[in-house]
């Protein structure tokens, strides 16, 4: 084999071991730092946008009184992946409730791509771009506010 040949073959395997992974990994990443309230550290595996919505959130959480804090675990359930956008699914230990990740591939590389609406179940579950799929418990709350207001 020529030098030349081997020397590509490196170059792209190379390349490839830094596209940040799958989209499984990347998200298992963002999910450990966000468990050990490294919000900073999450934001590495964030688009832009969702980058912008962190520091949002961040700065309207440290508004709010401290609460005791606790380290949380991520179970990885699930992975579907669909042209350059993946879904991965998976659930805060001691919780039956499956959550969703969607992941966006930028430029190569698999990012977190929250939305606002997703943004506004981190007080509940610490989850930046999570999306819970049982929406069971979703609709009783709804009803019991409707309850409430009769």
Same mark, same amino acid.
């Given at each position: 084999?020529?030098?030349?040949?081997?020397?590509?073959?490196?170059?792209?395997?190379?390349?490839? +071991?830094? $596209?940040?992974?799958? %989209?499984?990994?990347?998200? #298992?990443?963002?999910?450990?730092? @966000?468990?050990? &309230?490294?919000? *900073?550290?999450?934001?590495?595996?964030?688009?832009?946008?969702?980058?912008?919505?962190?520091?949002?959130?961040? +700065?309207? $959480?440290?508004?709010? %009184?401290?609460?005791?804090? #606790?380290?949380?675990?991520?179970? @990885?359930?699930? &992975?579907?992946? *669909?042209?350059?956008?993946?879904?991965?699914?998976?659930?805060?230990?001691?919780?039956?409730?499956?959550?969703?990740?969607?992941?966006?591939?930028?430029?190569?590389?698999?990012?977190?791509?929250?939305?606002?609406?997703?943004?506004?179940?981190?007080? *509940?579950?610490?989850?930046?771009?999570?999306?819970?799929?049982?929406?069971?418990?979703?609709?009783?709350?709804?009803?019991?506010?409707?309850?409430?207001?009769?």
């Amino acid at each position: 084999m020529s030098r030349n040949f081997i020397l590509t073959i490196l170059v792209v395997i190379l390349l490839a +071991s830094c $596209s940040g992974g799958s %989209p499984k990994k990347v998200a #298992k990443h963002y999910l450990d730092e @966000i468990g050990s &309230e490294d919000y *900073e550290g999450a934001k590495d595996y964030c688009t832009e946008d969702t980058k912008k919505l962190m520091d949002m959130y961040i +700065s309207l $959480s440290k508004l709010q %009184p401290d609460t005791i804090s #606790k380290s949380l675990n991520f179970k @990885i359930t699930n &992975e579907k992946i *669909e042209g350059d956008t993946a879904y991965v699914y998976y659930k805060v230990s001691g919780s039956d409730i499956e959550q969703m990740l969607v992941l966006k591939n930028i430029d190569g590389e698999w990012k977190v791509a929250a939305s606002k609406d997703s943004m506004g179940q981190v007080d *509940e579950y610490m989850d930046f771009g999570g999306t819970n799929t049982d929406t069971s418990s979703a609709n009783s709350v709804e009803q019991e506010q409707e309850d409430t207001l009769r």
